[in-house]
């Protein structure tokens, strides 16, 4: 069975550079289809397209160029990206790497890295040291340039799926009632509740997760039927922040503790509620009104 060949456009296509940068490390290092007869376009094979998938992605992780040319011209094999997510040695130098992987869409690259990084450090030091800062890089690029919507929204949806599959089930919860987690009105912006739902279950702690576009329904249904420890309110824009959807909510006893995140609120003063500025303090909240 003969190899697929591929032209320089689709070999850039799926690298995520522009052909012209195809070109450059052909000519200054030596990275160019494996056989190619004068006068014919360049057609790359399997192996040319890994050694030059691992150039790619030795570069995003901060490999100066002619070092990464140097190891992708001795490379056999396929490329795995978990040989590559080691030689970070700060949390800087971490988040740089997955803003580079994100502006070229490498979703593996990320996916790897970051789920990595939450089997080692946990989600709260993750989010913290790691995803946060990189959502501000991105957020503050796009409302720079205008340019990179779809960077963020792609960094979006892989989070919210690395936090929904990163966290082992939980067997034997911590809490016999579940805890329950709302983005209330209209706010579809829940990164940050979904990985307090994973930070919950990394402590064994069970939840009820509405997410996004939560009504007051709905939370006063789940607050009759299931008896809640604790409510968790997320409101990340200020039209969403309405204090109906915690006055409002069914009296019970015992009262669960009901606690805000997210910019979008602007409290009273004597509202009967607790305010978290971070997910740390989210989750030490709860694990309180849990009995831990």
């Known amino acids: 069975m003969e190899e697929e060949l591929l032209t320089v456009a689709a070999v850039a296509r799926r690298i995520g550079v522009a052909p012209a940068t195809l070109r450059t490390w052909d000519r200054r290092y030596g990275l160019g289809p494996s056989s190619h007869e004068a006068g014919s376009h360049r057609r790359y094979c399997p192996a ?16 100066a160029p002619c070092e990464a040319a140097e190891q992708a011209r001795a ?8 040989q590559l997510v080691d030689n970070f040695e700060n949390r800087q130098e971490l988040v740089d790497s997955i803003h580079r992987a994100a502006k070229i869409l490498d979703k593996s690259f990320i996916e790897t890295v970051i ?3 939450i089997a080692d450090n946990g989600v709260i030091a993750s989010w913290t040291e790691v995803i946060v800062p990189l959502l501000v890089i991105v957020g503050d690029e796009w409302e720079r340039t205008g340019a990179g919507i779809e960077v963020e929204h792609m960094l979006s949806e ?6 929904r599959e990163g966290v082992p089930e939980i067997k034997k919860p911590k809490n016999a009632q579940p805890v329950l987690l709302a983005a209330v009105g209209e706010e579809v912006h829940c990164l940050a509740l979904h990985a307090l739902a994973a930070a919950l279950a990394e402590r064994g702690i069970e939840s009820f997760f509405l997410g996004a576009r939560t009504p007051l329904e709905a939370i006063d249904a789940m607050v009759r039927r299931s008896a809640p420890p604790a409510i968790f309110l997320w409101a990340q824009l200020k039209h969403n922040g309405d204090e109906k959807f915690f006055r409002e909510i069914p009296a019970i006893r015992p009262a669960p503790r009901v606690i805000l995140g ?3 609120w602007s409290l009273k003063d004597g509202a009967e509620v607790t305010f978290v500025h971070d997910l740390s303090l989210a989750c030490s909240e709860i694990e309180s009104a849990v009995g831990f």
């Open 158 to 163: 892989l989070l919210k799926r690395i936090m």
């Open 115 to 117: 789920r990595k990084d």
């Open 262 to 264: 997210g910019p979008g």
């Open 48 to 63: 040319d397209l890994a050694r030059l998938t691992l150039m790619r992605r030795l570069i995003s992780t901060g490999v």
């Open 75 to 82: 490379h056999k094999g396929a490329v795995k990206i978990a």
